[in-house]
């Protein structure tokens, strides 16, 4: 599902950006806990914890994440086929993008650095390689896999994985586009990740199980394009097109 153009007023900013300076006088929720365990942790810049960003001005409510306007943001919902249930959210901005999941986690535990090690074992098998790296995010995967371009020549398709430990929650983080590489291009998109809230919620869920995504409130289905509509629905689901507001 994508999303319009989601805005943010000059007058947002600027309480967002004076919530910013007080926060970071003070650690963040679990951060302390979790930096014992090793890994990327929660911190005083972003990603937040709902305890810690409690109010709801100025963002898009997605249930299990809460996403700040930004201007120029556009937003996708990722569908599963199968059972309908929303799997990810995608932020794409200035021709890259940033793809969201949150999940549960244990209360004492992280999750980051074993989720590493199977991302690298899987982008491995799939004749991919993968860098480690120190980040503004912690420890971070640039991983690399065989890819075709259109012109039916060889290249890799990268992406730069990023993950914090929150909480009771674990949020992980996808950069495609010029994004993965450039730290420049990079930059607009950390800064919407460092504003994510995640919303654990009190309801008892296993480790690495999706916390659940939903359509933002007032989003309505724009009408198919004419030509579109006399055209059969494709076997796999596509990208249904929205507004916000």
């Known amino acids: 599902m994508a999303f319009g153009r989601l805005r943010k007023n000059k007058q947002d900013k600027q309480e967002q950006d004076e919530q910013a300076q007080d926060s970071a006088q003070r650690p963040a929720a679990g951060g302390a806990d979790a930096a014992a365990d090793g890994g990327s942790t929660a911190t005083a810049s972003g990603p937040w914890d709902a305890a810690d960003k409690p109010s709801e001005e100025g963002y898009v409510d997605l249930g299990a994440l809460r996403i700040a306007s930004a201007e120029g943001l556009q937003l996708r919902l990722e569908v599963e086929e199968k059972t309908q249930r929303v799997v990810a959210v995608t932020l794409d901005l200035n021709g890259s993008s940033l793809q969201l999941q949150a999940f549960a986690a244990p209360r ?37 896999v065989p890819a075709q371009a259109q012109d039916g020549s060889k290249g890799y398709r990268v992406a730069r994985f990023v993950g914090v430990d929150g909480p009771r929650w674990f949020l992980r983080g996808v950069f495609g586009g010029s994004a993965a590489l450039d730290p420049q291009a990079a930059g607009p998109l950390e800064e919407v990740f460092r504003n994510v809230v995640v919303v ?28 579109d509509a006399a055209k059969p629905a494709p076997p796999e689901r596509g990208p249904e097109i929205t507004t916000i507001g």
């Not at 991919?128 to 912690?138: A, H, K, M, N, P």
């Not at 869920?205 to 916390?211: A, G, T």
């Open 108 to 144: 004492s535990e992280t999750l980051w650095d074993d989720i590493r090690d199977q991302i690298g074992k899987s982008v491995g098998s799939q004749g991919g390689t993968v860098d480690e790296l120190e980040g503004v995010f912690g420890t971070e995967l640039l991983a690399k």
């Open 200 to 227: 654990r919620g009190e309801q008892p869920l296993p480790p690495r199980d999706l916390l659940q995504l939903r359509l933002p409130r007032d989003a309505s289905p724009l009408p198919r394009p004419a030509a």
